[in-house]
């Protein structure tokens, strides 16, 4: 499996907004396809660690993460 590039992820979660990237998005964004594996993207994945640097969460939706902002 390719290493996603997320730079532009970054700059999607630097606005602190919710937003969401279907596959299509995501491949163009990092030039690499969502994992396979529901669980390993929402938790383990390269984005998900990302995305918790940010305070945020994913829901794995077929063809589709979606990125909540956490409240705190």
Same mark, same amino acid.
Not at 51 to 67: D, H, Q, S
């Given at each position: 499996?390719?290493?996603?590039?997320?730079? $532009?992820?970054?700059?999607?979660? $630097?606005?602190?907004?919710?937003? $969401?990237?279907?596959?299509?998005?995501?491949?163009?964004?990092?030039?690499?396809?969502?994992?396979?594996?529901?669980?390993?993207?929402?938790?383990?994945?390269?984005?998900?660690?990302?995305?918790?640097?940010?305070?945020?969460?994913?829901?794995?939706?077929?063809?589709?993460?979606?990125?909540?902002?956490? $409240?705190?």
């Amino acid at each position: 499996m390719k290493k996603p590039n997320l730079i $532009e992820v970054d700059k999607l979660l $630097e606005r602190g907004k919710n937003f $969401e990237l279907t596959r299509e998005n995501y491949l163009k964004m990092t030039g690499a396809d969502i994992p396979q594996d529901k669980n390993y993207t929402k938790k383990r994945s390269a984005v998900a660690k990302h995305a918790r640097n940010y305070g945020f969460t994913i829901e794995v939706i077929p063809e589709k993460l979606v990125f909540h902002k956490s $409240e705190k």
